[in-house]
């Protein structure tokens, strides 16, 4: 295959999964004001990612222990040690590309995090500063 049509290639998939992340995006923020979330203000995502929550063991959590203060940078988590993908779409095209599948962690990492679930203005705020990286 030449050099220019392998370009091509590549260069299409990468905005096919961009535009596939700004679709579900947009989608979710719909749906959220949709349940009574108003304007998403990246700045409060920010703060929410970075905000530390008392843990019932005593501890604290946050977005951060596991994905890093920078969401462009790969993270750990923090039980099993498993490498996590940078959350910014920038630098993982296919991060937030899946509606279902970001369902299912801001489910599962609010309650893990914050003590329960999110509200649809917190996620679109965390949403709206990811896609903002």
């Not at 679709?23 to 349940?35: C, E, F, I, P």
């Amino acid at each position: 295959m030449k050099s220019s049509m392998l370009h091509q290639l590549i260069l299409s998939g990468l905005l096919t999964a961009t535009n596939a992340q700004a679709d579900t995006v947009d989608d979710l923020l719909t749906d959220y004001r949709s349940q009574g979330a108003s304007h998403f203000n990246p700045s409060k995502g920010e703060a929410l990612w970075q905000r530390q929550f008392p843990a019932s063991n005593g501890t604290e959590r946050a977005c951060t222990g596991c994905h890093t203060h920078d969401p462009r940078q790969s993270g750990q988590h923090t039980v099993t040690n498993k490498t996590i993908g940078p959350m910014a779409p920038s630098m993982n095209p296919k991060r937030l590309s899946d509606r279902r599948k970001v369902e299912k962690w801001f489910k599962r990492n609010c309650k893990w995090t914050v003590g329960r679930e999110c509200t649809p203005q917190e996620k679109g705020d965390v949403l709206s500063f990811l896609r903002n990286q």
